[in-house]
């Protein structure tokens, strides 16, 4: 498939501005529900919800935390770039009070995984990183809502690595990528150093987080998000199902 024809092409390609409006708008109409839950429960009220720079913040440290596990299982980069793009888009048109990042991130590189022909299962996923699979195969439907079944990725990383590939053997393709005066094997160490780049930039971004500040905000937004949930479980409780909603219906008419 051709990226022009791709979903990703098509859906999942926003400029900054209309990125942080997205996710502005959707964290936005959460926080208005969660006020409203506040101002009726007094003793919540102190209950600090996130920005969206805080939310970003979670965000950064979760894909950190994929690339360090990527890194030790050894795992193909199109399987990084794949995780951690499914990572942001579920983060799209979903919020952190809605869709718990430690709990989803996993699902992210797991999905990842099979996408790319890498499959790991759950449970040797989950035994390695000491989350139940549980968890990670009962997240996997919310994910690929959130992802809108778009499971599609043309991650930088296949282009880079297929050119060199394409120079070490030093085939034709090699030559729609070099100029006229330069070597494949030139090429070959030119790609080699943006990959190693790639991955130093990664890890100068994790290591730049200021973890009390990320477990400070992560608290703050599993209590938000307690609240909400607690409040849907309530509402959900307390609803009639359909056929006695059908029965007292007719009652009162009758």
Not at 43 to 57: C, G, T
Not at 76 to 82: I, M, N, S, W, Y
Not at 180 to 203: C, F, N, Y
Request: net charge positive; proline share 4%; aromatic share 6%.
């Amino acid at each position: 498939m051709k990226y022009k024809e791709s979903s990703q092409c098509d859906r999942w390609v926003f400029t900054n501005e209309q990125l942080a409006e997205l996710r502005g708008a959707k964290l936005e109409s959460t926080l208005r529900v969660l006020t409203q839950v506040l101002l009726r429960r007094r003793w919540v009220r102190d209950l600090a919800p996130p920005s969206l720079e805080e939310q970003e913040l979670l965000l950064r440290y979760y894909g950190s935390k994929l690339q360090a596990i990527c890194a030790e299982l050894k795992l193909p980069r199109k399987v990084l770039g794949t995780c951690v793009t499914f990572l942001k888009r579920m983060y799209v048109h979903s919020c952190v009070l809605e869709v718990d990042p430690q709990t989803i991130f996993l699902t992210c590189l797991y999905l990842a995984c099979k996408t790319e022909e890498s499959y790991i299962s759950a449970a040797e996923l989950g035994r390695l990183s000491g989350m139940r699979a549980e968890i990670v195969l009962g997240t996997e439907l919310t994910l690929l809502q959130g992802l809108k079944f778009d499971l599609i990725v043309f991650s930088p990383f296949n282009a880079i690595e297929g050119f060199m590939q394409a120079g070490i053997k030093i085939q034709n393709p090699a030559a729609l990528v070099l100029s006229p005066d330069e070597q494949p094997e030139e090429t070959v160490h030119k790609l080699a150093a943006v990959l190693r780049s790639i991955d130093e930039l990664g890890a100068l971004g994790s290591a730049t987080l200021d973890l009390e500040e990320i477990a400070a905000i992560d608290r703050r937004v599993k209590a938000c998000r307690a609240v909400l949930s607690e409040t849907s479980r309530k509402a959900a409780k307390g609803k009639p199902s359909g056929k006695s909603g059908t029965k007292e219906a007719i009652a009162a008419k009758a």
